[in-house]
Structure formats: structure tokens, C-alpha cells
């Protein structure tokens, strides 16, 4: 079945610091990719998206490339702030039937240091 | 416009009671996704549904849990004698339609004491 594999954390830097999160999917036929993030008692929100080759999703000062011959979807930050810190989630969706559920990797706390 | 509405936020439960957790979908919204959260792991698919139909529930543990999209109100999850391994958080998401965006809610999270 379908799989996200991406770095384990935490992951902690100073304000200002480069950020790169790696994933990883496996998939059968051609997934979307995402990246959701999530802060301390709340619920998803989604960061960012691409939905074929080589497209780049980015929001907020973040980016990330859908590289699909590594089939990878690195997320990355040129300048990190205290505010960004919170857990990362990259995720896939891909169809089967009628279904377009989401299939997440573990997730990645980032804490950024002032 | 409101967001995806959860409640309850907390909910305690003792081993062999009955959880109840609500989904309200965004306005407009007719398809609603729950997912569970264990502690350490990412989300994981449970169910996928429609008003009064449900589409996928291949995510869904065979016994003791069950979930339903009446055509008024709100998406009930439903886990009956609640195990300490169910505790989790537990996220409902709504999109517009069949690969529209989904939209999460701030999650229920269960402990069973």
C-alpha cells in the first residue's frame, strides 16, 4: 500500500536557521503530496501542495518540489522563526475507487529557538 | 464561515463505556473524513463518508467502532467498550467533494482510563 516516510525529529534551530524536512512516499499510480502542519492543540492546517511532477508548492516562506523519479517532497525554509515551530506532516493522496484519503507520515516537531 | 466543528475537545472515558465524538463539516461541505492519531504516529484513515453513505471504511477496526453521516446533523464516531488502546486523537476533516481539499477539525482527544 501506499507509505510517507520522513525524518524523524525533533528537529530544533535557531530563529533565522535553514530548514529542510525530508519525505518520502511510496505510491502506486500518481499521488498529490502535501504538507500539513500542526500547532500544540490544534487541528491540521495545510502548508502546502503540488499535484504533478516538478511542480513546487509553497506558502509562507516555505517550499517544496514534487521530484518524482526520487519520489521525494523535501520541505525547506530558507529563515525560520519562533512561530513556525510546531509539528510537520507530509502526506499523499491518491485514488482508490471513490476514495481520496490522505496517507501521513509521522510527523516532524520543529522547535525554533529565539 | 466556520471552520470543521469538533466536540467534544477532551473526552475521559472508563474501559468498557461508550465514546461518542461529533464532526461538523464546513458549510457547503458534504463529504467527511475521520482519521485517528495515536501517540508518536501520523494520522491513519479510518472512514470516508457522504451524506447517509459510507463511501470507504476499510480504515475502520472491525469491531466496537462505527461512524454515520446523517442527512441532518452531525458525523458520529462511535466506539462502544472503549479499550486503553483507543486512546487517540481523533480527527474529522470535510472537503466538497471527492479529491476537493480536506478540511480538519481540532480533533477529539480520547483517553479511556
Known amino acids: 500500500g501506499d507509505s510517507v516516510t520522513q525524518m524523524e525529529g525533533p528537529v530544533t534551530l535557531s530563529e533565522e536557521a535553514f530548514l529542510t524536512i525530508n519525505c518520502t512516499y511510496t505510491?502506486?499510480?500518481?499521488?498529490?503530496l502535501f504538507w500539513y502542519v500542526q500547532y500544540p492543540g490544534e487541528g491540521l492546517q495545510l502548508l502546502l501542495k503540488a499535484t504533478k511532477a516538478d511542480d513546487k508548492g509553497s506558502n509562507k516562506g516555505f517550499e517544496a518540489t514534487y521530484r518524482k523519479e526520487t519520489t521525494s517532497f523535501h520541505l525547506e525554509k530558507g529563515s525560520v522563526q519562533v512561530s513556525d515551530s510546531a509539528v510537520y506532516f507530509c502526506?499523499?493522496?491518491?485514488?482508490?475507487?471513490?476514495?481520496?484519503?490522505?496517507?501521513f507520515g509521522k510527523g516532524t516537531l520543529l522547535t525554533v529557538n529565539p | 464561515n466556520a471552520g470543521v466543528m469538533q466536540n467534544p475537545r477532551h473526552l475521559v472515558r472508563r474501559r468498557g463505556q461508550e465514546a461518542r465524538l461529533r464532526c461538523s463539516p464546513m458549510?457547503?461541505?458534504?463529504?467527511v473524513y475521520w482519521y485517528r492519531q495515536l501517540p508518536e504516529e501520523g494520522l491513519k484513515f479510518m472512514v470516508y463518508l457522504q451524506k447517509e453513505n459510507i463511501i470507504d471504511e476499510s480504515g475502520m477496526p472491525k469491531e466496537r467502532f462505527s461512524a454515520e453521516f446523517p442527512k441532518e446533523g452531525p458525523s458520529i464516531l462511535r466506539i462502544q467498550q472503549v479499550v486503553r488502546g483507543d486512546s487517540a486523537a481523533y480527527f474529522c476533516a470535510s472537503s466538497t467533494g471527492a479529491g476537493a481539499e480536506q478540511y480538519f477539525g481540532p480533533g477529539t482527544r480520547l483517553t479511556v482510563t
Open positions: 502526506a499523499l493522496s491518491a485514488r482508490e475507487g471513490s476514495n481520496y484519503k490522505l496517507t
Open positions: 505510491a502506486t499510480g500518481y499521488p498529490s
Open positions: 458549510k457547503g461541505h458534504s463529504h
